[in-house]
């Protein structure tokens, strides 16, 4: 065990050391102008690249990705129906459907769902 440790040690401080030697000897600085500013046919560019998003339209992005999901996990049920007994897979998919429904509930109350804010 102690040697064990004993070589973990030594890894650990390998490693560190070759990463604090080449972040001090690296020659490349991290505010380059060039390399930070987007290339347009070796002009400077006329505005900013980085145009802010919308964070609603992530969320609502995100909501819709969670039911696209939903109805994937939905759709063997229909195919299983024949091989399982009928109050099983229908109460999976109720319980299924619930916790999303409660879910979208969640969300339109915390008015995550809302455009216009």
């Known amino acids: 065990m102690k040697i ?11 490693s560190s050391a070759l990463i604090l030697i080449s972040t001090l000897f690296s ?4 505010l380059d102008r060039e390399k930070t500013s987007p290339f347009e ?10 145009i802010p998003f919308s964070i609603r339209f992530f969320l609502i992005a995100i909501v ?12 063997p049920l229909g195919l299983i129906s024949n091989s399982i007994p009928p109050l099983i897979w229908m109460t999976t998919g109720g319980l299924f459907l619930l916790v999303v429904t409660v879910g979208l509930y969640y969300e339109w109350k915390e008015s995550t769902l809302d455009w216009i804010t």
């Open 4 to 14: 064990l440790m004993f070589s973990f040690c030594i890894s650990v401080l390998i």
């Open 27 to 30: 020659k490349k600085t991290l």
């Open 41 to 50: 046919c070796g002009f400077d560019p006329k505005n900013t690249s980085r």
């Open 64 to 75: 819709f990705l969670i039911f696209d999901i939903e109805i994937s996990i939905l759709l």
